[in-house]
């Protein structure tokens, strides 16, 4: 009867390992690459990037330690500014270094149109936007649910008034 008993038991306490072995294998996670780049517009009526809030008692530039600015940039396939528009960079930007410029950045990178249109993807971390800048991807919803990952960008333009930054996001998801 023992021996009876704990082939039952080890049956059962095997069965839900099995079970949720099945459901990771039906939902394997992907990994996709994209290749994208960021238009914003920094003045004007039709401005994509605004700042809110600059510290007491100091003048606003780029530089300044503690300015807050928002985003609803541009996503485009291309550096082009006729490219095709595939989405948005809507977020939060704090300067938050007194060294040299680096931003903090909170962005959500929502995807309107192509293969990840209602995709979206949300990025946290530091862009010092004089260098490569590596960004964690902390989650997304959509195409992109429970995404994790990693973004690289780089300006390749800045005129006045028109800031053009290439990115590539690797994004691991279901």
Known sequence: MAMAFSSLSALLLLFP????ASFGAADKEKMTHLHFYLHEIN???????RTVAVPPGTEFSYETFGAISVIDDILREGPERDSKLIGRAQGLLAQASLEKPALLSAVNFVFT??????????????????ELFERAIVGGAGRFRMARGYTLGK????????????LDAYVVHH
Not at 43 to 49: C, V
Not at 113 to 130: D, E, H, M, P, W
Not at 160 to 166: H, P, Q, V
């Open 17 to 20: 390992l099995f079970l949720f």
């Open 113 to 130: 149109a192509g293969k990840y249109n209602g995709g979206t993807i949300s990025v946290l971390g530091r862009a010092v936007l004089t």
């Open 155 to 166: 300006v390749i333009s800045s005129e006045e008034g028109y800031l053009i930054m290439e």
């Open 43 to 49: 003045s004007g009526a039709n401005a994509t990037g």
